[in-house]
């Protein structure tokens, strides 16, 4: 094993700079047109003033997260016209209609073809009203209906998880979909390329999909032709362009894999050699994942479908890839994978958490690696411990962002004042997201306690009751905290007024990191 960065292999930082400063070149432009006329002509400075003050009320008025609108409030106020400019290139939604429409417009046929069974939530009812009533939020508000007649199986360890795929994707028979924020052509990616290749040559229909800013660091814009050329459909979502582009900050954030409509892949690993600690840049690198079979598996095949036709509209008949599985579960228990996307003005994935945690009645644990809470969902934490339930979070020992460890780091002190227990995982990087909780629900997906994955990108999880993998997630959160350093009494002392000024100002960039 060895440490390497990912510049070691080819990739496409060059064009991510060369796109950055494209843009940087351009808002400058913009600014400086506009500051020299404000300077010159008293009307165009008093309707940046006017435009300025609609822009703040506005915000004000909508129904953004508040930490997100004291952000922009205060830029635009204290900087007006670059605080404007800032706010038309990363902040403002209403330039997303185009995209919003057609997502909305492709997840509303989909959803048609998977609709809730109510006699589903009626044995939910009958086992736990409060549960049931999470379950039935999700189906509402998200369009993902909760199933039984799935087995689940987890993996405490990314490498079991991958060899778990790679059996998988050797047994497909008709299609295969994989949707990963990042992908790395190399030694980790090479034995599933393989088996890609192979399987196309079987007949059976490859699609891949990943998202160019994830994927930056680690492949080349080559990489769809080498796809290609062995016969694997392949997409970038959202490619990075060297001009103004509001849409940039939005990233497909999602893990994804589903073989047959049968078998389905879920977790927080990406298809990258150091998330199997094949390089080793922060130490060891701790990930999960799940492995779904039977009925639940249609709602994995739906955000796949979503994602690869929000980017290019090229499928007619979408019940092709829903097929009945025929299977039947050898486990019970409720499951219910389920997406979140900043489109739709719905924080489903925030929602979901905070809903385990009002629901907590002896314990809730999470792993994240990176916390940056909202005010809602830092409430609910410290709520839950205020009335004896035992929380406790897990966050990386060793940093892959030192600026936004140091954020995570600045929310510890107002959590353990109020009974949150804080453990940072010394062996290096834990990237897990994941809780469990009361060891009656869990949820395992893509979505960190953070801002960008709770409003900003196209995420995934599953929420599970009554399976036996809740078990086996308990399990790996008890084999954690004997690896943790519990920082729990170091930060309820308080910190030093420097270091609170400091990460005061950190915290206020904290929605765009």
Not at 311 to 334: C, E, I, M, Q, S
Not at 335 to 344: A, K, S
Request: hydrophobic share 40%; with cysteine.
């Amino acid at each position: 094993m060895r440490a390497e960065q990912k510049t070691d292999v080819k990739n496409s930082v060059g064009r991510m700079a060369f796109v950055i400063l494209s843009v940087l070149i351009q808002a400058g432009w913009i600014l400086l047109i506009v500051l020299r006329l404000n300077r010159y002509s008293w009307l165009i400075a008093l309707i940046s003033t006017i435009a300025a003050l609609v822009v703040v009320l506005r915000i004000y008025a909508s129904r953004e997260n508040s930490a997100y609108k004291i952000l922009w409030i205060m830029l635009i106020l204290a900087v007006p016209v670059m605080g404007l400019c800032l706010y038309l290139l990363l902040g403002h939604s209403m330039v997303l209609r185009f995209m919003t429409k057609r997502h909305g417009e492709i997840k509303g046929k989909l959803a048609d073809l998977i609709a809730q069974d109510p006699k589903v939530l009626e044995e939910m009812d009958g086992q736990d009203r409060a549960v049931a009533n999470q379950s039935r939020y999700i189906s509402n508000f998200g369009k993902y209906p909760v199933y039984r007649n799935t087995d689940v199986e987890f993996y405490g360890d990314a490498s079991d998880g991958l060899e778990a795929q790679k059996k998988a994707l050797s047994e497909a028979e008709t299609f295969i979909f994989m949707e990963y924020h990042a992908i790395e052509d190399s030694t980790s990616f090479a034995g599933i390329r393989e088996i890609l290749a192979r399987k196309v040559k079987e007949g059976v229909e490859v699609r891949l999909l990943y998202d160019d800013v994830g994927s930056v660091g680690f492949i080349s814009p080559e990489f769809i032709k080498r796809m290609e050329a062995d016969g694997i459909q392949c997409r970038v979502f959202n490619p990075m362009v060297p001009m103004l582009h509001v849409f940039m900050n939005n990233r497909d954030h999602r893990k994804i894999t589903v073989v047959d409509g049968q078998v389905g892949f879920t977790g927080g690993y990406n298809l990258a050699d150091e998330y199997f600690n094949l390089t080793s840049p922060y130490g060891h690198w701790k990930d999960t994942g799940v492995r779904l079979e039977g009925d639940a598996v249609k709602n994995l095949t739906v955000l796949f479908l979503e994602m690869w036709n929000s980017v290019k509209v090229t499928d007619t008949d979408f019940a092709r890839y829903l097929p009945d599985p025929g299977y039947t579960a050898k486990g019970r228990g409720f499951v219910q994978p389920y997406g979140d996307n900043p489109l739709d003005g719905e924080p489903v994935g925030e929602n979901v958490y905070m809903n385990v945690i009002k629901n907590a009645k002896d314990y809730v644990y999470f792993t994240t690696p990176y916390l940056i809470v909202s005010d809602e969902l830092g409430r609910e934490l410290r709520l839950a411990a205020k009335r004896g339930v035992d929380v406790r979070l897990i966050t990386p020992g060793i940093p892959d962002k030192k600026a936004v460890f140091q954020v995570t780091r600045s929310y510890y002190a107002g959590l353990v004042r109020d009974g949150v227990r804080i453990y940072e995982y010394t062996p290096g990087f834990i990237h897990a997201k994941q809780c469990v909780c009361d060891g009656e629900t869990a949820v395992v997906g893509t979505i960190n306690l953070d801002y960008r994955s709770l409003y900003l990108h196209f995420e995934n999880g599953v929420f599970l009751y009554d399976c036996e993998a809740i078990k086996d997630i308990r399990a790996d959160f008890d084999g954690l905290f004997p690896v943790c350093q519990e920082v729990t009494e170091e930060y309820r002392s308080g910190r030093s007024a420097v270091l609170r000024i400091g990460q005061c100002i950190l915290r206020l960039a904290a929605p765009l990191l």
